[in-house]
């Protein structure tokens, strides 16, 4: 099986505060993995190493080594801005640039990277990627309008479109749908089910239902350590850690 991410002793502290704790995972190419535990467990702190935003952040120190594809991105010659091109990144909240339309949205990352050649490359690169983000229908004769007037489902999808445009290879998701009323969860996770198709995701979630429904794969954090990972099924249906079990039962908030 190929990995598109892996990680090696993985260590994070903030200042004195050890936060993520030696942690070895891998994540399969292609196909949802859910990383999944409560609240404050370190989810998104992990999450964000896995494109090295997480060094953006003062006092920050990261131990071991994340591997994309089997390199590893922490190495001294890898250029960050390298990663975060090949990595998407979607936010718990949807976060469109309010002063751009809908269509300057998706453009922005194309134009400042110099990825088109021209305006009708531009064109069908924003069209393909709404498309792709199943927005599409729904704005393509608004796309001077600005997302204000949108819905915080379809925002986050515009999101999904803004990430997508830059073709990445990795979707990070953190918590996605965390501020978006059901219809909205329900669009979005029918979206990343099409999605998994061309790209490998990474989905944080602290509920259990979410990560059963949506993903093939599964790890549950907790207080900084990797308690388990595997098949979703497997997990759900026989944990192999009581605490995993305590979890997805509910036993455990």
């Not at 990663?83 to 922005?108: K, L, S």
């Not at 099409?194 to 259990?208: A, F, G, N, Q, S």
Request: aromatic share 8%.
């Amino acid at each position: 099986m190929n990995f598109a991410i892996e990680t090696v002793d993985l260590n994070v502290y903030y200042g004195k505060n050890h936060v993520i704790k030696d942690v070895n995972l891998q994540i399969p190419e292609k196909g949802i993995f859910a990383l999944m535990g409560p609240s404050g467990c370190g989810k998104s702190t992990m999450l964000r190493t896995f494109n090295r935003i997480l060094e953006l952040k003062e006092d920050t120190r990261v131990e071991g080594e994340v591997r994309l594809f089997g390199k590893n991105v922490y190495s001294p010659e890898v250029d960050p801005i390298e990663v975060r091109r090949q990595v998407g990144m979607v936010f718990q909240y949807p976060n469109p640039f309010p002063h751009m339309t809908i269509y300057e949205n998706v453009a922005i990352g194309l134009k400042l990277n110099g990825l088109v050649k021209s305006k009708e490359d531009l064109d069908e690169r924003v069209e393909w990627a709404l498309k792709k983000a199943a927005l599409w229908d729904e704005v393509k004769d608004r796309l001077n309008d600005y997302p204000r007037n949108l819905s915080g489902g379809q925002k986050q999808r515009l999101v999904i479109a803004r990430a997508l445009a830059m073709k990445p290879k990795i979707l990070l998701m953190d918590e996605p749908t965390a501020n978006i009323d059901p219809v909205g969860t329900a669009k979005i996770e029918e979206l990343l089910l099409e999605l998994k198709e061309d790209y490998t995701i990474v989905l944080v979630t602290h509920l259990p239902a979410q990560a059963a429904r949506a993903s093939d794969y599964v790890g549950f954090l907790y207080l900084g350590e990797l308690i388990e990972a595997g098949p979703t099924r497997k997990v759900f249906e026989s944990p192999e850690h009581e605490l995993t079990e305590k979890y997805i039962t509910g036993a455990l908030g």
